[in-house]
């Protein structure tokens, strides 16, 4: 059964520093990787989808690497800022089209 | 206007109601899921439906029932609602004929049951 865990379950810096979340996934036959954010009380929003044959993917200040064979990838931020506080979710897919499978998150807060 | 919505967005009820959570989308995807999520737990999987004629159990279907009444719509119901199932429940679509396969969620429904 896959399982998802990320690390640090919370995370705490000042406005400016390059942070690093992570994932590890158990199983490493996925078709894909999701990074999401989700601000308090809402839904989520889609950072990033790495397909099973990428390394990596950037938007903007965000990029997400994936080694699958290790069965873990990371969603660095560049320069953070008070905006990004929220919590970021790690998901996998197993097969194209299935659910994904969630980690817990991690509750990233940057102060001014 | 959103590409995956659902009502009611907030909903207080007793122990023993019926209650149906609904979800429409206008994204065109054949796929559609419903998680729960609970805090500490991160989400998981109720049901999924890859079409009109295909719904499927997920981690934590008891307690829970679906129905796609089209391919844009997906509604959750509790028989009879009981306090642990309190949450934040979500909707989401796919489209398997997508290369990326990703998945678009809705804005979410909080439930309190008493």
């Known amino acids: 059964k896959q399982e998802v865990t990320q690390i640090p379950a919370a995370l705490s810096v000042p406005e400016g520093e390059n942070l690093v979340l992570n994932c590890s996934f158990t199983?490493?036959?996925?078709?894909?990787l999701q990074w999401f954010r989700q601000d308090p009380g809402k839904g989520l929003t889609s950072l990033l989808l790495i397909q099973s044959s990428q390394r990596e993917q950037t938007s903007g200040r965000l990029n997400a690497s994936l080694d699958k064979s290790s069965g873990r990838s990371t969603l660095y931020i560049a320069a953070s800022q008070p905006g990004d506080s929220a919590t970021y979710l790690c998901?996998?897919?197993?097969?194209?089209?299935?659910?994904?499978?969630f980690g817990k998150g991690t509750t990233l807060s940057v102060s001014s | 206007d959103a590409d995956v919505t659902q009502t009611p967005r907030n909903r207080i009820t007793k122990t023993g109601k019926r209650i149906m959570l609904e979800c429409s989308q206008t994204k065109g995807h054949d796929r559609m899921y419903w998680y729960r999520q609970d805090p500490g737990l991160g989400l998981r999987l109720i049901y999924y439906?890859?079409?009109?004629?295909?719904?499927n159990k997920g981690e934590i279907s008891d307690g829970y029932s679906v129905s796609r009444q089209a391919q844009a719509k997906f509604s959750l119901s509790l028989e009879s609602a009981i306090p642990n199932q309190t949450a934040l429940y979500f909707c989401?679509?796919?489209?398997?004929?997508?290369?990326?396969?990703?998945?678009?969620f809705g804005p979410g429904t909080r439930l309190t049951v008493l």
């Open positions: 989401a679509t796919s489209d398997l004929s997508s290369s990326y396969n990703e998945q678009f």
């Open positions: 439906s890859f079409d009109v004629k295909d719904i």
């Open positions: 998901a996998v897919r197993g097969q194209a089209g299935t659910a994904l499978i």
């Open positions: 199983d490493s036959a996925i078709y894909n």
